[in-house]
Structures are given as structure tokens and as C-alpha cells.
């Protein structure tokens, strides 16, 4: 394939010029001379890449096609859909060997077509067996060459993780991914800090990867259905230096690893398979807790986890709301709480599961021989704020049969009071038991008819300009480098759980709020102090806050930095804090400072900013602070609406609240 018959779908022209789709349906309705489709369908129409950069030079808009975006429409022009995974996996087996055999990875590059066809899958087989697997048709020479070019220019691992973000892309419809958030929860609750953590329904490995990247587990399991998918997890384990090892096949008929007990067993399943297994499985020694039923594919998958981990070691697996109540299952439920096994319960957001509804997650722990049952399961709800579930999970692990200091959305539930005629075991039943009215109601009344006065008195009133007033800019890059500004970044590696100083995280950042984790301090720590400025590290965020003094501990700790966070201190000489949180604010959520276009996180040394006296920047900060203080009143008034509203709701349907 040539590069004038790489095609774009709207989607990817929106990525490139760092526009919307919503722009981009704007300009084939305004321009005449918008490139015409050259394929796909009428909703999801396939553009000639050629002629859309040429269009898009001639109207002055902004982009840049990186050699890994030619590459990836490259290899969506040449290779079928449905063997687009299975191109995607040789590219990652290909830079494995690359980087396994340099020698022979640079010879690559200039050697013969023919050879290329050949000898090049033999060769990789011989050298990275863990991914054998056929070459695609469309993976050609050229495409071969081009795979080694930016592998040696950008690296392997970011060269691979680039095709698979676009490959999730493409396919989101298709392909089962655990969101990152949901995904650092899961591990965070599994308590593994070393040692080893199977995923028997890998995926692409999201899950094993932010286990193995974060150092929680030192040595990786998984298991996967589909050949594609389970190659392309093993190339992200094994380009990362993981030790892993990834197989193929059906966990419940065909388990890859009969004997291994992990120290911690993560999951999330194809939720409802009815043709699981239950005729060939019913006697299967897995089915400690009960036979799972035929509709219960779930149960079975809870069960097939808990006898792969050690006694003592955690389960945490995503499971579909209705497997909560569901009748069916009741037995096997009342067995796990009476063994002690089933120990949380925690709605998260939706169409984190196989459903678009909001799933649970399932905290297990496979009881120790000997020991006292569980007296208590706590129940979360988190699908508004995923961020209290680790903190109120921490506090029920440290008292778990007492009276736990939990937040509100959280409660701990008296096993006995569950085993009743249905075993429910839904957080949203047992969560609504604990709201109080009528007071309660009339005190949120007043606070919000408070809030909504100080949310109207606090919008600023920006006067409307003129004329849009054209100011030099410099970069962050370019005040680092005259000491008006430095830039910190924390440890990758952190724990945020447990320790004894306060920890400024990314979700306390997004939510405009006070340290909530917890940590130790190291050599590398940053402490964070009043005037910094901090924003999250991923494209995209529309967070960037100024630390008040009123954000820090009343008693004088210091305050950790965490993970995936920027710090920026400032000469307030030469910089205000304020005026350069709101364009640091406005580069992370529009993309102009992102690392480069293969890349989710940002490079803030490439954000703009105005190059204007002190006193214009605190003009401009004084308007960003007032529009951060609307912020935070909306935020407030949300919550105390919402708050209202289901008090309400519950009050009047119990008639302990009435309209007079």
C-alpha cells in the first residue's frame, strides 16, 4: 500500500488537528472542498489521508502526522478487520525480537523483500516462542521496515502501546477493557505489595500491566481466550521486562494453571455466558461454595478465582449488579458469607464490566484454615467517586468487626443480617437502609439555598473584548530554564495506602479538595507547600490547582506528592501562581502540551503562556481564581442538590417527609 491509499476516519482527523468530531462534521457541512469519503459507511465514512492533510494545510489548521499514525492507518487500510488484532500481536512480537536480537533487528531494515517473507516468522518464533503466532496478510516489508524505524526513534514499549491505544480506539465495541481508574482500584484492594497475581480473563492485560508497572506483583499470570488478545498482553508484559508468562485457552474448560495458587487473583469476566460449561464442569473440585447454575457464569468465575490464590490472599472480580440478588445464586452467595469468604462489595462506575449498567466489585479473600468467620461485608457505593473506595476499604481492614470510621456512600453489614430468604448482597439495598430523614433534610435545605446565593454572587464579571488582543508567548519549557519557574514530579513508584504523612493525590486535585492519602516519606519525596501549583500528568484533565494554606494540616505536617501529579513552584517575583495554573489548566485540557501525539499523559514544559508583566499576570490570575471559585461552589451546590433530592425522594415515599 502506497501512502496516497492510507485512509482517516473522522475520529482520527479530529485526533490530528486536535479539534472535536463535532468540528470536524462542521467542516464537511461548511467547506465545498472537503475531501469526499472513500469508503466505510454512511455514519462512519473512511477519508484518503492525503487528501485530508492537504486540505487541512490549505485552510491553515493546525497537525501533525506522526510516523506511528501512518503506520496504524497503514495497517487499517491493508489488513482485514478481523485480523487487525492478530497484526497488532506480530508488531508486538516483532519489536520484542528487535529488542532481543539488535543485531539482527537493525539488519531488518535493509533486508530483502523475500527474506522478510520467509524467514522473518521463523525467526521470530525462534526467539520470542512466548508469541509465535502467523503473519497477517498486509503485514508487508515495507510495513516491517517502517516498524523497526520508529521503534529505534521512539522506543519499542512506546512504539506497541501506541498501535494498541488506537487498536482500543477502533475497536471499543468489541474489546473488553478494564478503565484505568477502575483498574488501579482493583489492584490497590487486592493489598499485594510483591509476589505473584494471575488474571485468568487477561484481555489485552490492563489489569496485569497496572499491577506489574507499579510494582505491586513481581511476577504475572493470565489467561486468555482469544489468541489476539493474550499475544498482545504477553508483548505488553514482556516489552515492559515483566516476568510473565500469558496462555491461551478457556480458564474454566481448559485452565492453563491448575496447581498455582497466586498471592492475589484479579478479574474481570465476560459477564452471562450461558454456554460456560455447566454439563461437562458439574462435578468439577473448583465448586467449593456450590454447582454454579447454568445462568451463573459469574458464580463460576468467582469460584475459579478463589482456588487459585493462597489462603489469606484476595480476590477482586468484577461482577454484573444482578449477580448480587439474582435467586439463582443465592445458595452459593449465603456459602461465601458464611465461610467468611465474601468480605466487600463496591458499585463502581458505569460500563466499567461487560454492561453499560453500573457493575460491582466483589472483594474475596480465601479463608485460612482454622480461623473465625468474618462477622461484617462492607458495601460501597462509588459510582459517583471511585476515589473513597480505597480509603473507607483501608479503615474496614483495620477494624473489620467493629465500627470501621467510614464515609458517607460507605456501611458495614452484619453478615447475619444477610442471610436472609433472598442473600442480597447489593450495596444500593443495604446503602438506602442507612439514610435518615427529615431533619436531615430540612439542615440540606438551608444549605443549599446558602450555597446557590454564594455560587450566584461568586461568578465573576468578565467585561467581553473588543478585539481579540494578539500577546507574545513564551513556554513553561523556557521559564524553567530561567529559573522562574522549577518543576517536580513524584516517585512513579508510591504507595498511597498507609504511612504517616498526608499525600496530595491526582483525584484530590480533580475533586478541588485537601490531602486525602496517606504515605511514607523517601530520598525522592516531594513536599508539596502553600503557592505551589499542581495538575494532573494525563491529557485531557481539566484540573490545575494553586495549594492554599488552607488546603494543608492544621497541625504542620508535611504534605507527600503523589503519583501522576506536576509540581510547579513559582519566584512570585517574576511568576503568579494563579495566572500560570489557568494556562497550565487549559494546555492540559485542550492537548497543546502533550507529550507527542502517541502519548496520554502531557509534557508541561510545552504549554503556553502569556509573555506579560507581573502585573498583567495577576490580572489574569485573579480571573482564574475567581472562575476556580465558581468551580468549587458548583461542585458544592451539585452535591448538596443531589443530596436533597434523594432525601427527598425517600422521605416522602417512607412518610416521614410530606408535602403540606
Keep these: ?362 472483594v474475596l479473600r480465601r479463608p485460612v484454615a482454622g480461623e473465625r468467620p468474618a462477622f461484617q461485608v462492607l458495601m460501597i457505593d462509588a459510582a459517583r467517586d471511585l476515589s473513597i473506595a480505597a480509603p473507607a476499604w483501608a479503615a474496614f481492614r483495620r477494624d473489620p468487626d467493629g465500627s470501621p470510621d467510614l464515609p458517607p456512600g460507605c456501611r458495614a453489614v452484619r453478615v447475619i443480617d444477610l442471610l436472609d430468604d433472598e442473600v442480597d448482597v447489593g450495596p444500593a439495598r443495604h446503602l438506602s437502609e442507612t439514610v435518615t430523614v427529615g431533619g436531615d433534610y430540612a439542615a440540606i435545605r438551608d444549605r443549599l439555598s446558602g450555597a446557590v446565593t454564594a455560587l450566584a454572587e461568586a461568578v465573576p464579571h468578565l467585561a467581553v473584548s473588543a478585539a481579540r488582543r494578539e500577546v507574545a508567548t513564551t513556554t513553561v519549557g523556557e521559564l524553567v530554564r530561567t529559573g522562574a519557574v522549577t518543576i517536580r514530579q513524584a516517585p512513579l513508584r508510591m504507595e498511597t495506602g498507609a504511612g504517616d504523612r498526608p499525600v496530595l493525590t491526582a483525584a484530590d486535585v480533580r475533586a478541588g479538595r485537601g490531602p486525602s492519602g496517606r504515605g511514607t516519606r523517601e530520598a525522592e519525596s516531594v513536599i508539596v507547600t502553600p503557592g505551589d501549583v499542581v495538575v494532573p500528568a494525563a491529557v485531557g484533565e481539566t484540573a490545575a490547582v494553586v495549594v492554599d494554606e488552607d488546603d494543608m494540616p492544621p497541625d504542620g505536617q508535611e504534605v507527600l506528592l503523589g503519583p501522576q501529579l506536576y509540581l510547579f513552584r513559582v519566584d512570585p517575583e517574576r511568576i503568579d501562581p494563579y495566572f500560570l495554573a489557568g494556562f497550565l489548566r487549559v494546555a492540559g485540557s485542550t492537548g497543546v502540551a502533550r507529550a507527542s501525539s502517541a502519548s496520554t499523559r502531557i509534557d508541561p514544559r510545552r504549554a503556553p503562556v502569556p509573555r506579560v508583566p507581573l502585573d498583567d499576570q495577576r490580572r489574569y490570575g485573579a480571573a482564574f481564581r475567581e472562575l476556580a471559585t465558581v468551580e468549587s461552589a458548583l461542585r458544592e451546590t451539585y452535591a448538596l442538590g443531589e443530596s436533597l433530592v434523594r432525601l427527598g425522594f425517600t422521605g416522602v415515599a417512607n412518610g416521614s417527609l410530606h408535602h403540606p
Design 1 to 362: 500500500m502506497t501512502h496516497d491509499e492510507a485512509t482517516v476516519a473522522a475520529s482520527d482527523i479530529a485526533r490530528l488537528a486536535h479539534v472535536g468530531r463535532a468540528a470536524v462534521s462542521n467542516w464537511r457541512r461548511r467547506y465545498d472542498d472537503f475531501p469526499q469519503p472513500v469508503g466505510g459507511t454512511a455514519s462512519s465514512p473512511l477519508f484518503r489521508l492525503v487528501e485530508v492533510e492537504a486540505w487541512l494545510a490549505r485552510h491553515g489548521k493546525a497537525f501533525r502526522v506522526t510516523p506511528e499514525e501512518r503506520l496504524w492507518q497503514r495497517l487499517r487500510a491493508t489488513v482485514d478487520d478481523l485480523r487487525l488484532g492478530d497484526a497488532v500481536a506480530f508488531i508486538g512480537a516483532l519489536l520484542l525480537y528487535v529488542r532481543r536480537e539488535p543485531e539482527r533487528g537493525r539488519a531488518l531494515a535493509t533486508a530483502e523483500d523475500r527474506e522478510l517473507g520467509e524467514n522473518l516468522t521463523r525467526a521470530i518464533a525462534g526467539s520470542v516462542p512466548e508469541l509465535a503466532g502467523p503473519r497477517p496478510d498486509g503485514v508487508d516489508a515495507a510495513t516491517v521496515r517502517r516498524v523497526v524505524e520508529i521503534a529505534a526513534a521512539e522506543g519499542h514499549l512506546a512504539a506497541f502501546e501506541f498501535l494498541c491505544e488506537r487498536y482500543v480506539d477502533a475497536y471499543s465495541r468489541r474489546l473488553l477493557v478494564t478503565p484505568q481508574d477502575v483498574a488501579d482500584l482493583m489492584i490497590e484492594l487486592t493489598g499485594i505489595k510483591g509476589g505473584s497475581l494471575l488474571d485468568p480473563g487477561c484481555g489485552l492485560g490492563t489489569l496485569l500491566v497496572t499491577a506489574a508497572g507499579a510494582a505491586h506483583a513481581t511476577e504475572v499470570f493470565g489467561q486468555e481466550i482469544a489468541g489476539a488478545p493474550a499475544r498482545i498482553a504477553a508483548a505488553r508484559l514482556l516489552l515492559r521486562g515483566c516476568r510473565a508468562r500469558i496462555a491461551i485457552g478457556d480458564s474454566l474448560r481448559e485452565d492453563a494453571f491448575p496447581g498455582l495458587r497466586a498471592d492475589a487473583v484479579v478479574c474481570n469476566p465476560p459477564f452471562s455466558e450461558r454456554t460456560w460449561g455447566y454439563e461437562e464442569l458439574a462435578g468439577d473440585a473448583r465448586w467449593e461454595y456450590g454447582l454454579p447454575p447454568r445462568g451463573e457464569s459469574e458464580l463460576a468465575w468467582v469460584q475459579h478465582c478463589l482456588a487459585h490464590v493462597k489462603p489469606g490472599g484476595y480476590v477482586v472480580i468484577m461482577m454484573p449488579a444482578v449477580a448480587a440478588g439474582r435467586r439463582s445464586g443465592r445458595r452459593i452467595r449465603g456459602n461465601l458469607l458464611r465461610a467468611g469468604a465474601l468480605r466487600a462489595v463496591i458499585t463502581v462506575t458505569e460500563g466499567a464490566g461487560a454492561s453499560k449498567q453500573a457493575p460491582d466489585l466483589w
